[in-house]
């Protein structure tokens, strides 16, 4: 069965989604797998491609949820993706009044973490430096004018390894 790519963007104009979630762990399986259709629906991503921008997203939402947010409030997941140039994807919280943290904070500390070896982490808090940084090319972190964070990932479509899996000494492949 032939694999139908960009269907949803036959004249390439850019493709908006936005979908609202309450700060509920019970609702981000949903967003897993619209990202994963999504993706391989629209992309010519490998499987391994798709499962890892599946893994950039549910990161960037659990955060958002974890430490972004208070109890019963929501968070905004925006997928705009333009046919054969890019898929940018931003997590919007609100902010938690009780562990406030700014942008600037966020990319102090991912400047630090990045340069910091797997083994000096605990189970915990790898994410953004190891999934978010290798995995997509840009990351865009700012402070949202009304409180809390918007975190915006951009991965560009005009790459040839994102069509064949790729072999274990690859830098992409990281061992979380």
Same mark, same amino acid.
């Given at each position: ?9 036959? $004249? ?120 978010? $940084? ?25 790459? $040839? ?8 000494? $690859? ?6």
């Amino acid at each position: 069965m032939e694999k139908i790519v960009g269907t949803l963007q036959k $004249d390439n104009n850019p493709v908006e989604i936005k979908i609202e979630l309450p700060t509920n762990a019970y609702f981000m399986s949903g967003i897993r797998d619209f990202t994963l259709s999504l993706i391989e629906n629209m992309t010519d991503f490998s499987s391994q491609w798709a499962y890892r921008f599946q893994s950039v997203v549910d990161e960037l939402a659990n955060n958002a949820i974890e430490h972004g947010s208070k109890a019963n409030d929501k968070i905004l997941v925006t997928f705009y993706t333009v046919a054969d140039k890019e898929i940018r994807i931003t997590v919007e919280d609100h902010g938690n009044p009780q562990k406030p943290i700014t942008a600037a904070e966020i990319m102090k500390i991912l400047e630090t973490n990045k340069n910091k070896d797997k083994k000096e982490f605990s189970i915990r808090g790898r994410g953004l430096a190891f999934i978010i $940084d290798k995995w997509t090319d840009e990351l865009i972190v700012e402070d949202r004018p009304n409180g809390g964070l918007k975190f915006t990932v951009v991965k560009h479509l005009k790459d $040839d390894s994102f069509k064949t899996l790729e072999q274990s000494d $690859d830098p992409k492949n990281i061992v979380i």
